[in-house]
């Protein structure tokens, strides 16, 4: 896995580290749980701020689950 | 297709939709920057302002937003449908799905999308959108961060991100060009008590009226509202007395994902009677998830952790605020799902007070009603923001948006030389708006429909044209999806679905369809892997920004 496999890195992210607070991990934070992963290639690689924050939202993604319907038209 | 030509030197505004007889959305803007060169000649150059959707509607689609046809380019090719050139960029006031939600479908369509340029929870939200509809990372548009008071340069235009409060990262657009200044309000109101992001600031709205604005493309939303509206910092103090009249008992709190500052709110409500706070449901993780991202402090801010319903589910429930989704009673959101005992939702009983910090909107309030009435079979005590005055609580729930207060003072400040444009409103919203513009002395554009194109010179501001601007349908694609495998909703990853295939009607400006779901089809490629051939079409757009830090 990459920076890019942001679905894969969510996935592997909730199994191997179910007790961290995936809504209010650091960045620093974030990257070292990623590049502890096994399988992961990109351990030499600093990713950029949007491939990290794909990752973080495939995380709550797969933590989460879809169960909420909360689409919000922003006009209230 | 019409076209309105744009040759004279000025600044061209055209809303392409939001202002919608049937309603609030899809809202987008397109600028043209025209000037006149020192040879003589004429350069122009356009950019685009939000891209959002506008959602359900009655005609059984799931949302319908701007047609991107003649305005985005196909991936891999070099211009739009029918010729011109590309919009050197799309500008995102904030992160409202009928601001943005938009760009996921365009891309799934098999568009690119110029560069965008928004603040970092606006981005981060985008970037959200994009994560939910399973798009390949590497068709993506490029996404540059900016602050209040960054200066985009595209042509001989100058574009400043002015901080409004309606929620984190919202801000206006300050648009300059030699003939013409305008001012984009974007969704905005005043209130200095929200926590999270830049606040506005009168002082600098005030110094940007003194250089001068020919025009105020203004929000209208709840304009008609009189009276002094609730700071946030009043409905907190409502909230931490009901949370301490709930002393002994469960507490779950309804709100829209998006609604971050009441989350604080909430927070700050619940430090103060000895409960944690813990959030529940996707759209609010994201939101909460998305403001880590962009660097805000809310943990800070609530004066508490946010706790995972995971980390909060073995603690005493008297002890615990927990914030969940359904403020609009959506089908599948955390209140609704509770109401319907659903498996898996928050357990609700004669021992749980429920708060809703939210009005329901019109559309929504025979749903709301209707879980509230189930919530209160469960024997819950529910108290809405409909409920809490009654209660002697007070408001627990404002608008977004200005009322006549705050457009009042707006006007006031930037004193517009020419007119007030009112946008983002049904025609009774609109026409509000208008109406205090010109008790204030100041002319107002009623623009009648999406499509007219707008100029604004040395001369003033006047309609020149109108062009058709078509809308698309967007439906889920129910032969498609079957086709996917769909895990049992439960618990953790084996409870995500795949993202929604769409397919695409056109429409016209007023929604009856053109040509029906025979659009191209949607592209499973943009899910796995991006397609053969060149992907970004505008290596040479980049824009200078100039920082304000």
Not at chain 2, 157 to 167: G, L, Q, S
Request: proline share 6%; glycine share 10%.
């Amino acid at each position: 896995m990459n920076w890019d496999d942001y679905e894969g890195l969510g996935r592997a992210l909730h199994e191997a580290n179910p007790d961290v607070n995936h809504l209010t991990v650091a960045d620093a934070d974030l990257v070292r749980l990623v590049s502890a992963l096994p399988g992961f290639a990109d351990a030499r690689i600093r990713p950029d701020a949007t491939s990290l924050t794909a990752v973080r939202f495939a995380w709550v993604a797969a933590a989460e689950g879809d169960d909420d319907g909360s689409p919000y038209d922003g006009s209230a | 297709m019409t076209h309105v030509d744009r040759r004279e030197a000025g600044l061209y505004w055209q809303s392409r939709m939001g202002n919608n007889a049937d309603g609030i959305g899809g809202n987008a803007h397109r600028y043209d920057v025209v000037a006149e060169e020192a040879d003589g000649s004429i350069s122009s150059r356009h950019f685009l302002v939000d891209y959002g959707l506008k959602l359900g509607g009655g005609r059984g689609y799931s949302c319908e937003f701007p047609s991107p046809e003649g305005v985005f380019v196909r991936r891999g090719e070099s211009a739009p449908d029918g010729g011109g050139g590309p919009p050197e960029a799309l500008l995102l006031t904030h992160a409202h799905e009928d601001h943005l939600g938009a760009v996921r479908h365009a891309i799934d369509m098999g568009y690119s999308c110029p560069p965008v340029y928004a603040t970092a929870f606006t981005a981060a939200m985008l970037n959200n959108s994009l994560v939910k509809a399973g798009i390949a990372r590497d068709l993506w548009p490029e996404i540059h961060i900016v602050r209040g008071g960054d200066v985009a340069e595209i042509g001989s235009a100058k574009v400043e991100f002015v901080p409004m409060d309606h929620m984190p990262g919202a801000t206006a657009l300050r648009i300059r060009t030699k003939e013409a200044s305008v001012f984009h309000t974007g969704d905005y109101k005043f209130d200095e008590t929200l926590a999270l992001g830049e606040r506005a600031d009168p002082h600098r709205l005030r110094a940007i009226g003194a250089e001068g604005v020919d025009m105020v493309v203004s929000d209208s939303t709840s304009v008609a509202t009189n009276g002094a509206p609730a700071s946030e910092a009043e409905i907190c103090r409502n909230l931490t007395r009901i949370v301490g009249d709930s002393r002994g008992r469960a507490v779950v709190a309804g709100i829209l994902g998006s609604q971050l500052d009441r989350l604080v709110s909430l927070g700050r409500a619940a430090h103060a009677n000895g409960r944690v706070l813990a959030v529940c449901g996707r759209s609010l993780a994201d939101n909460v998830a998305a403001a880590q991202a962009a660097g805000l402090d809310i943990e800070g801010a609530a004066g508490t952790r946010i706790l995972t319903s995971r980390e909060a589910r073995d603690l005493p429930p008297e002890t615990v605020l927990m914030v969940t989704t359904g403020a609009f009673a959506q089908s599948n959101a955390g209140l609704m799902r509770s109401a319907h005992r659903q498996p898996g939702a928050l357990p609700i009983d004669e021992n749980t007070t429920v708060v809703i910090p939210q009005r329901a909107i019109p559309s929504v309030k025979t749903a709301h009603a209707s879980m509230v009435a189930k919530l209160e079979e469960r024997g819950a005590k529910v108290v809405t923001a409909e409920r809490a005055p009654e209660l002697g609580y007070g408001p627990i729930h404002q608008s977004g948006h200005a009322v006549e207060r705050d457009a009042k003072l707006l006007y006031t400040l930037l004193k517009p030389r020419k007119i007030v444009a009112p946008i983002h409103g049904d025609g009774k919203q609109v026409e509000a708006n208008g109406r205090l513009a010109r008790s204030l002395g100041i002319p107002s554009l009623m623009l009648e429909r999406n499509g007219a194109v707008v100029h604004i010179g040395a001369s003033g501001a006047s309609v020149v044209g109108v062009e058709e601007v078509s809308r698309i349908g967007a439906r889920e694609s129910e032969a498609v999806v079957k086709q996917l495998p769909r895990a049992p909703r439960g618990q953790g990853r084996n409870n995500r679905a795949p993202p929604a295939v769409f397919v695409y009607d056109r429409l016209d400006g007023s929604g009856r369809i053109v040509q029906h779901a025979n659009l191209p089809a949607p592209e499973v490629s943009t899910r796995p892997k991006a397609p053969d051939g060149p992907q970004t079409v505008y290596a040479g757009a980049r824009l200078h920004v100039q920082t304000s830090r």
